[in-house]
């Protein structure tokens, strides 16, 4: 199993632009999630999904938009990039929450940099 | 939002040194997890949590849930150099707060002289 995979691994935007960062996971989990990092603090999430159709806000959704067509894919879309949104974006997934089979498991994450 | 203290921020050791790190909450929790980061890599699952007062281990790596279940304590036997990175750890709360979804403390940042 390749896991949860992300792409691309490292994106400069300019403000304004547009962006679709990739999640993929092949261990057939129900809930997947988008965390944002930033230096020196924990992670953050954005979205999270409990199973194909069915996405909700988490603490930071400002900015940016989710999709869960399918149980294997979980993207992440920003509209109008701004300074703001540079970071490390992290994709997650497990198998239930809460409890037992709600261990998340991560990608290798996205750096983004909006200049 | 709901906030994990993880201390210490960061620790410099001597290697074949232990190393204990926490995080604490005022809220009660029911599942605990610990991560650990290396540079430029996605967080890994070092050990899981689900009881109060479970003790349980992971090679050098032993993790506890606080009888209390508002914090959780991990430490690191006879540290070695690549056990450096950042240490995370994560809770559930216990009220269902959240959906069920993990509060992320800041991280301990760890780094080993050999």
């Known amino acids: 199993n390749a896991g949860v995979t992300q792409t691309p691994k490292f994106r400069i935007l300019k403000i304004g632009q547009s962006m679709t960062l990739q999640c993929t996971q092949d261990m057939n989990h129900n809930y997947m999630y988008w965390y944002r990092q930033d230096p020196g603090m924990g992670l953050k999430l954005i979205y999270y999904s409990v199973g194909a159709g069915i996405t909700d806000k988490g603490e930071v959704p400002n900015g940016y938009n989710v999709s869960r067509s399918t149980t294997e894919d979980f993207p992440l879309r920003l509209e109008l990039a701004a300074p703001s949104q540079t970071s490390v974006y992290f994709c997650?997934?497990?198998?239930?929450?809460?409890?037992?089979?709600?261990?998340?498991?991560f990608g290798p994450g996205t750096r983004l940099t909006v200049l | 939002g709901q906030q994990l203290n993880q201390s210490p921020q960061s620790m410099f050791i001597q290697e074949g040194e232990d190393v204990s790190m926490n995080c604490t909450s005022s809220?009660?929790?029911?599942?605990w997890l610990w991560y650990k980061q290396d540079p430029g890599e996605g967080p890994v699952l070092l050990i899981a949590?689900?009881?109060?007062?479970e003790l349980t281990s992971n090679g050098r790596l032993t993790a506890q849930f606080g009888t209390t279940r508002k914090d959780s304590f991990l430490n690191i036997s006879a540290s070695i150099p690549s056990d450096v990175g950042i240490y995370f750890c994560?809770?559930?709360?216990?009220?269902?707060?959240?959906?069920?979804?993990?509060?992320f403390g800041k991280g301990t940042k760890l780094s080993v002289k050999p």
């Open positions: 997650a997934s497990s198998y239930s929450a809460p409890g037992l089979g709600s261990e998340q498991f």
């Open positions: 949590l689900y009881k109060a007062g």
């Open positions: 994560a809770g559930q709360l216990s009220d269902g707060g959240s959906q069920g979804n993990l509060i």
């Open positions: 809220s009660i929790f029911n599942t």
